[in-house]
Structures are given as C-alpha cells and as structure tokens.
Nanobody, 123 residues
Framework: EVQLQASGGGLVQPWESLRLSCAAS????????IGWFRQAPGKEREGVLC????????YYDDSVRGRFTISSDNAKNTVYLQMNSLKPEDTAVYYC????????????????WGQGTKVTVSS
C-alpha cells in the first residue's frame, strides 16, 4: 500500500524558511515522481513543484521559482520541499502526491496523496 506522509509545516514570519518532508512507503525509490501541491483557504489546489528520479525537478508554479526547491533522499524514501523567503501568499496546506504509473512531471497523473501539512506565513 502506497503511503505518503507530509510533515514540517508550521507558523513562520515573512521571509523565513521552512523545509517540508514527504516520506513515502509502499514503493521503491528506484523510479519515482513526487509532486508538491498546495491549497490556500478558499482556493483550489495547485501544483508547486515536482521531482522525477530520471528527469530532475519541474516547477508547476512560477511564483515560487527562485524561492522553493525540491530534493530527495533516496536512501530515506523522502522528498523535501525547501521553502525560502516565504510570503503570506504562500500560506496553504501543502500536500505531496505520487502516481500509480511512473511517467514524468509533465504527463503524470497523481493517484496517491498525503494528508497535508499546514504552512502559515504571518507577522
């Protein structure tokens, strides 16, 4: 059974940093696509960043380019979302997701979702 556990959220002030973790189980990290999404209050869920074992990272949201990066620790089956220079508009519940069938970050269909971790950016 595929499980994704997102963690690391919290309350931070503008311009501070947070690192979110997505611990994956139920599949091997020999080949994977893991995406980070977020849903702000009153808004639809949107893609943020994706990482593919074979193709590296892909930005879904240009507003985070230069501030957010995605990385993985294959030995720990964990993907990280490093968020720097956080802004109030980054406030959201952040989710990680993975597909049943591995393609790439552009053509992927996400089937499995973590429970979400809340990030609040406020002074």
């Amino acid at each position: 059974e595929v499980q994704l556990q997102a963690s690391g959220g919290g309350l931070v002030q503008p311009w501070e940093s947070l690192r979110l973790s997505c611990a994956a189980s139920g599949f091997t990290f020999d080949d994977y696509v893991i995406g980070w999404f977020r849903q702000a209050p009153g808004k639809e869920r949107e893609g943020v960043l994706c990482i593919s074992r074979n193709d590296g990272s892909t930005y879904y949201d240009d507003s985070v380019r230069g501030r957010f990066t995605i990385s993985s620790d294959n030995a720990k089956n964990t993907v990280y979302l490093q968020m720097n220079s956080l802004k109030p508009e980054d406030t959201a519940v952040y989710y990680c997701a993975s597909p049943k069938y591995i393609t790439d970050c552009e053509d992927v269909v996400y089937d499995y979702w973590g429970q979400g971790t809340k990030v609040t950016v406020s002074s």
